[in-house]
């Protein structure tokens, strides 16, 4: 069940509080600013720094 776009509108990224954008798989939570994309598990968003994950 991918996630409700009302949902995605109010996310931000809890390290700069900048705009997530969904990723291209449907796994992540993605912000640019950052470089850190936060995973989704059993189709919730893990919006926790220490479990993001650095993009090159």
């Known amino acids: 069940m991918p996630l409700d776009k009302e949902l995605l509108a109010i996310l931000a990224c809890p390290k700069c509080k900048g705009d997530i954008q969904l990723n291209e798989k449907g796994d992540g939570l993605v912000c640019q600013r950052c470089r850190l994309m936060y ?11 220490d479990e993001a994950i650095k993009l090159s």
Do not use: W, Y
């Open 39 to 49: 995973p989704i598990k059993d189709d919730i968003p893990v919006m926790l720094i």
